[in-house]
């Protein structure tokens, strides 16, 4: 029979494992996990960076071994929902593991304790509690945002004085000044994600990183037909990103199938029509405070859910002119000016020659 101390001794393998993910999961928790028969370790992994095989499931797959009777030791509560891979918790039981040894429960709704229960049912034995202080002080920042953050949405662009945001050929490089770049950039560090479209992508081939002034938000595109090739920034597979594509395309290409890179598919029919699609899907995927950084169609798609919290906006004093030069937000608009949606607070900085806008509802 395996002592207390010994499983202490491996569950501490298991969250010296986990660390490695470290800067590179965010949102997601940091989960290592190792697999153990007769006494000793077949199998070892963690959770590498978003969008990534699960923890449960490398050990698992990558055991040379047959895992049948084995123990797997895991740092929070394996997954009972669908993501990129099907739930850890299928996969444990499918694989005729014996018993499943745990160091907390998931606080996260979708699978807090199902997965235990379920496990149970299916003859598994559980044992939870294993360093759960130490557990808990390592994923704090993942259980704070489960728990307490709420979602925020800002919108930020920059514009001519004649509220342009390209010229009529596209071409929007660059509007706002280096100080303004340089205050985004810094800004970035504060969201989970940042989001654009495909239009965006294939005009200015942006890195949408935070330039090393803290970590890289989750990139995020929209792009509904895959029109982005391998060339471009967003799939270098350097940052985590995902990429939301219609669900009736079949054919992916291969440069998709990287490191960093998550392919979600979403029923854009629906998501054109309501643009919560899109905010639901991601806030499944615990993605809450998303900065949108797309042009006018996005902007006013999602200005039309009424859930952006804030716009940022940075005026440079130039003029683009064109009635075929996009503005900043486009979509059909409101057909009276009482209609119009409203914003309360207003702050105004200055940085250099650029003036920003900050409202919020």
């Not at 660390?19 to 199998?43: C, Q, R, T």
């Not at 486009?330 to 009482?338: A, P």
Request: proline share 4%.
């Amino acid at each position: 029979m395996v002592t207390v101390q010994e499983h202490k001794k491996y569950m501490q393998l298991v969250l010296d494992l986990a660390k490695k993910g470290n800067g590179y999961v965010f949102p997601n928790p940091m989960v290592g996990a190792i697999l153990v028969k007769d006494n000793k370790i077949i199998s070892k992994g963690y959770h590498k960076y978003f969008g990534a095989a699960h923890a449960e499931a490398q050990v698992i797959n990558s055991s040379k071994v047959s895992v049948e009777g084995a123990t797997l030791y895991v740092n929070l509560e394996p997954c009972n929902n669908w993501g990129k891979c099907p739930p850890c918790v299928d996969l444990i039981i499918k694989s005729k593991i014996k018993t499943v040894v745990c160091a907390m429960k998931d606080p996260n709704p979708l699978t807090g304790g199902k997965s235990f229960k379920k496990l149970k049912a299916a003859g598994i034995t559980v044992i939870n509690g294993i360093l759960e202080k130490q557990a808990i002080q390592l994923n704090k920042e993942y259980i704070n945002h489960i728990t307490n953050v709420k979602s925020y949405i800002l919108i930020k662009s920059a514009v001519s004085l004649d509220g342009k945001i390209a010229t009529c050929t596209g071409d929007s490089k660059w509007i706002s000044n280096e100080k303004s770049r340089k205050f985004v950039h810094k800004l970035r560090t504060r969201f989970d994600a940042i989001l654009v479209g495909t239009n965006t992508v294939l005009k200015d081939n942006p890195v949408l990183s935070s330039r090393g002034y803290g970590k890289n938000p989750i990139r995020v595109v929209l792009d509904e037909k895959l029109r982005i090739s391998a060339n471009y920034n967003v799939v270098d597979g350097t940052i985590p990103t995902i990429i939301l594509y219609d669900e009736s395309i079949k054919r992916i290409p291969k440069y998709f199938n990287k490191d960093c890179i998550k392919l979600v598919p979403v029923k854009y029919k629906h998501a054109k029509k309501d643009f919560n699609v899109i905010i639901e899907k991601l806030n499944k995927m615990a993605l809450k405070r998303i900065m949108i950084e797309g042009g006018g169609e996005i902007n006013a798609s999602a200005l039309k859910t009424g859930k952006v919290d804030e716009v940022l906006l940075f005026v440079a004093p130039i003029i683009v002119g064109g009635r075929n030069a996009k503005t900043f937000v486009e979509g059909e608009g409101v057909k009276n000016i009482k209609d119009s949606l409203k914003f309360s607070k207003i702050e105004i900085k200055k940085f250099g020659s650029d003036i920003a806008i900050i409202t919020k509802r």
